[in-house]
Structures are given as C-alpha cells and as structure tokens.
C-alpha cells in the first residue's frame, strides 16, 4: 500500500494560477501542497509561454531599433546574431531565474512542493506517482496546452508547437505560421527579426480577430513590411514533409496553391489541459469546450475542488489565473470573494503592441452598448513624436451620458505598460473627467490617455479638428 498523506490545501499545478494561489493560503497558514509535474514551476507562462517569448522579443526589439535608426541619422552594421547566447539568455538568464525564484518564494513562505503528475482517485484523494495525498481542500491548476490539430499532426520535427518554436531551433529561411493570432504574431515577429521570411496564413478575413480594427491596422500595415506574406481568408488544406521542406497546400483568394517553407508553427489555439487527472473519478465533467465549469467562487461541481486560470475558462491569460487564486484563496479564507472584473486586459507584445481593457467597439456592436468613442491619434503627441513612432492610436469609450469609462484601446509602443491606466479607470468607475484632471507626466505616451478623456468635453489640447467645448461636468460627490 502506498503512503498516505494528508494535506489541507492541495494545489495542482504551479503556473501563474497555483503557484501565487499556493502562495496566498500559505501567508494566510493553510498547510499547502504544491504539486506540478514540470521540474521547473512556473508554468506554461515562466517556461514556455510569457517570458521567453518576451525575452525573445526583446531582442527582435533591439534588432528593429537598431535599423530604425538609419532614419534618424544613425547607423549600425548588420545585427551578428549568436543563437547559443541568445537561448542561453532566454533559457538560464530569464526562464531559469525566474522559475528557480518561485521554487525559493516558495521555501521561504512555507509552501511544501512536491513533483509528480496528479490523478484524482476519488473526490478527497489524488496520487502522484505512488504517492497517496488526502486532501481538505484542492485547488486545479492545470493550464492549457497547445492545440495541434490532426492535419498539422504529419509527424516531423519541423512543424512546431509555440513550445518548440521558442526553442529557437535554428533560423529557418522561410517559416509558415499557421494562425493569425496573438501567440502566431509574437512568434513570427521574433523570426522575421532574426532574418526569416515569415508567411502567415489566417483563416479568418483579419488578424487578431478579438481586436477592433483600427487597433490591428497599424500593426498589419508594419507587419506586412516585415512578413514575406499574410494571406487572410486562407486555409492550410494539408502539410506535406519532404526533403525539400514543408509543402503547404493553400485554398484561398490569390494565394499560391502550395509552398515551401523550411519549418511551420502552428498556433491555432489552446486547449484546456486536463489530461490523465482522472476527473470523473473526483465527480467532476467538462463543458462542451472542454474546460472545467467553476461557480463565481471558482468552486467547480464539487464544492470543495476549486478551479482557476486556462483550465477553468477564457480568456487564458497569466494575470486573469493570478486575479483568480486570489478569489479562490479568499473564498476557501471564509471571506465574501467573487469572481466579477470589470476589465481584463489583453496585450499584444509585437511592435507597435496593441493592448486592450473592459468594452471594445466591437463587443459595444455585439451588445447593443451605445458608446462615445474618444480617439487621439499619436501623430499629435509630442513623445511619438520624439521617438519617431507615430502611427499610434489611443482611444476611450465612454457612456454617452455620464461620460463613464467602459473601455480603452491603445496601438503603439509600450501600449502594454500604458493599459494598467485604463484597467483603474474602468474598475473605478472613473469618468473621462477623472482621467483628463489626473495629471500625466509630460512627455509621456500616457498623456494619450488623458487627451483622449479632454475628447469628451470638446477639443483635447492638441487635436486639430475644432469640435464645440463644453463645461467638464463634475460629479456631485466631488469638491475637488
Ligand atoms: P499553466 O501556466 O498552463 O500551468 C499549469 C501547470 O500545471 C503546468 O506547470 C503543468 O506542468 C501542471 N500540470 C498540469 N497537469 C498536471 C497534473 N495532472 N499533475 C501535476 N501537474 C500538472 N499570457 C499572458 O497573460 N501574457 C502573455 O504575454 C502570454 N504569452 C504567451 C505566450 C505563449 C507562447 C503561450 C503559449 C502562452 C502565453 N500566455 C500569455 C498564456 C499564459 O501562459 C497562460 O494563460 C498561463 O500560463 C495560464 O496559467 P495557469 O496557471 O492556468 O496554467
């Protein structure tokens, strides 16, 4: 008979779910076990998914910048590209600190680990590897995995999932990405940079579907520069390995009907992971999409198993797991916690990086919400200017009436950073008045964001198009 341990909180899986969950109900002295089968914590996000990707496109940023500069009167000879130090970089210097620090976040807070795959045996036992855990409480962790569907499947090395593209196996001369998202764009940026001729094929009329479209604009403008092709409204039909390379047969408008491409990443999507944990055995199904159906307290059918991030529901963001274990710690703490954002932010790191928060105009469309959208194009801030990089765009939505934050939009350098503005705006019930009267440092991108509030009363102060000002309403609770 195995050993039988008993643990209170049992937490499976330490990505950027479980692991600040484990985190949490330790601080708060919940006897917690961390078990995740990966040897290195962290995740999808920390090993294979945020950080390397953006360590990567670090570089690729570097790369660009470099010959931007030409532009600007200074130039620098071709980029000496040393693959083995750059993984290294990415691989030691990035993914193995930060994971390596989760491991002593971990030690130091009183989370006990423990390495192995789970699988449930009933709804208060799992075993990993041999090892038997009775547990009060659990917490599901598990994330996502790539999805690679059967077609794509041929059995070659040199079609990748984002895992092995982020390995960086070698710079191929021609790479096809399957797939005009977030993750596909990321990828190819990094590619195209290092010197590949990148076609990406999207079988939907644009890229970046979730994103509105003038948001997408400037950046396929860019990426049409820097990609050899981006076919939309286009299927692979087939994938075909031959010594030559990767044949891709393409169905479409103007696109060739095959092409070669020395390595192929498809990025069609993720799907929730839940392989071999033995659910039914815990009394718990999956909805039709294959994640695990949780309550406003993340308490899945079985009220003592809760569930958080990718493997729990859309969207499968590191932050909204993390936003989550919060939630599912409190709730377990006996505190009144649920699970109601009003804003999850979505970032896009290319270049320019497109960001996102609360309401777009097209959910505004597919909801019947009647908005006032506020844009201030970057053309008239004084920062993109400097920095030669105007082509930007930030924009508010606001209720028409009150003038209400419901939304905001940015395309343009360090849109990323710029978006946390907008996710406190929208939680706070800002009206555009509260951002305009907040002061931004000047010069800064951020001012965009101010400007854009200046939009709701009349002219922001340096737009051109002369529009009728009226008197900044103030609320009633406000003295100020
Ligand atoms: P995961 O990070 O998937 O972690 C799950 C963990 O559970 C893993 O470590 C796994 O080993 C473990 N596990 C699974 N099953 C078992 C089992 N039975 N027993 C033991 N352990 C198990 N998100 C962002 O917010 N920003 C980004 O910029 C971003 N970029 C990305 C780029 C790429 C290329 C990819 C692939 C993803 C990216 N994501 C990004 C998404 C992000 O990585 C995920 O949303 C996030 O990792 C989900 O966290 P999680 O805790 O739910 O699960």
């Not at 945020?50 to 500069?69: M, Q, V, Y």
């Not at 579907?209 to 286009?234: C, G, H, Q, S, W």
């Not at 597919?366 to 930007?392: C, D, H, M, Y």
């Not at 951002?435 to 800064?444: A, C, N, Q």
Request: proline share 5%.
């Amino acid at each position: 008979m195995a050993d039988l341990r008993e643990v209170q909180l049992l937490v499976i899986g330490g990505g950027p779910g479980g692991y600040p969950a484990a985190l949490h109900a330790a601080d708060h002295g919940l006897q917690t076990l961390l078990v995740d089968e990966d040897p290195k914590l962290g995740g999808v996000c920390l090993n294979r998914g945020c950080i390397p990707s953006k360590a990567l496109l670090h570089a690729a940023k570097l790369i660009r910048e470099a010959h931007d500069a030409a532009e600007i009167g200074l130039t620098f000879g071709e980029p000496k590209i040393d693959l083995a130090k750059l993984r290294d970089f990415v691989q030691q210097k990035v993914v193995g600190k930060l994971t390596g620090g989760i491991g002593m976040l971990c030690k130091g807070r009183g989370v006990e680990t423990l390495r192995g795959h789970a699988t449930f045996e009933d709804a208060n036992t799992v075993s990993v590897d041999g090892t038997r855990i009775r547990f009060k409480n659990c917490i599901l962790a598990t994330g996502s995995l790539p999805a690679m569907p059967k077609l794509f499947a041929i059995g070659d090395d040199r079609v990748m999932d984002s895992t092995g593209a982020l390995l960086l196996p070698d710079v191929p001369k021609k790479l096809l990405v399957i797939g005009g998202g977030y993750i596909g764009l990321e990828i190819g940026s990094v590619y195209a940079a290092l010197g590949t001729k990148v076609t990406v094929v999207e079988f939907l009329d644009g890229l970046l579907p979730l994103a509105d479209r003038d948001l997408v604009a400037p950046l396929e403008k860019k990426l049409r520069k820097e990609f050899e092709a981006i076919y939309l409204n286009t299927k692979v039909a087939k994938l075909e390995a031959t010594k030559g390379g990767i044949v891709a047969t393409l169905e479409g408008k103007d696109v060739p009907d095959t092409a070669t491409f020395d390595r192929v990443l498809v990025s069609v999507g993720r799907r929730p992971n839940t392989t071999n944990l033995g659910l039914e055995k815990a009394g718990l199904k999956l909805d039709e999409k294959g994640f695990i159906p949780v309550d406003k307290q993340r308490r899945t059918a079985v009220p003592h198993i809760q569930a958080i991030g990718d493997v729990a529901g859309e969207p499968g963001l590191a932050h909204k797991a993390t936003a989550e274990a919060r939630v599912a710690v409190e709730v377990l703490l006996g505190e009144p916690a649920e699970w109601g954002p009003r804003a999850i932010p979505a970032v896009i790191f290319t270049d320019p990086e497109i960001a996102w928060a609360g309401l777009s105009e097209k959910d505004a469309e597919a909801q019947n919400v009647t908005v006032e959208v506020l844009k201030f194009p970057w053309a008239a801030s004084g920062r993109a200017v400097s920095i030669a990089r105007t082509e930007g765009l930030t924009k508010l939505l606001v209720e028409p009436e009150t003038k209400r934050v419901l939304g905001v939009g940015i395309v343009g350098v360090n849109a990323g950073e710029m978006i946390a503005e907008g996710v406190l705006a929208i939680e706070m019930g800002a009206v555009a008045r509260d951002v305009l009267e907040s002061i931004h440092p000047h010069p800064t991108l951020s001012e965009t964001v101010m400007e854009s509030a200046e939009l709701a009363y009349g002219n922001a102060t340096h737009t051109v198009a002369k529009k009728k000002t009226s008197a900044p309403k103030r609320n009633a609770d406000d003295a100020g």
